[in-house]
């Protein structure tokens, strides 16, 4: 069983900055790629930044520049640091990790159970 518990949601001005966190915990051998998603009521989840266990990093448009994805593996957290905030990210951000299990297993990508970030005055 493995889980994924997200922290650093709230409400904040147009400008400022939140940091969100995501740490995996469970039956964990390996965890591969980690990143964060957001979804807006009525439309699909988008991909937000991900980061590879070799700390390559890949951005959506939207956010290059203004957001900066980590990750701490001996902890098994990613983090999302965003800067610059404006009133369109505000939405629910979803952690997700693709982790193996154990030894020739095979991986599964599991979801956190979502962040809340408001942005507005």
């Known amino acids: 069983q493995v889980q994924l518990v997200e922290s650093g949601g709230g409400l904040v001005q147009p400008g400022g900055s939140l940091r969100l966190s995501c740490a995996a915990s469970?039956?964990?051998?390996?965890?591969?790629?980690m990143g964060w998603y957001r979804q807006a009521p009525g439309k699909q989840r988008e991909l937000v930044a991900d980061i590879s266990s070799g700390n390559n990093t890949n951005y959506h448009e939207s956010v290059k520049g203004r957001f900066t994805i980590s990750r701490d593996h001996a902890k098994n957290t990613v983090y999302l640091q965003m800067n610059s905030l404006k009133p369109d990210d505000t939405t629910g951000y979803y952690c997700?990790?693709?982790?193996?299990?154990?030894?020739?297993?095979?991986?599964?990508?599991?979801w956190g159970q979502g962040t809340k970030v408001t942005v507005s005055l």
């Open positions: 997700n990790a693709l982790i193996t299990g154990g030894w020739s297993k095979p991986s599964y990508y599991y």
């Open positions: 469970g039956s964990i051998f390996a965890i591969n790629a």
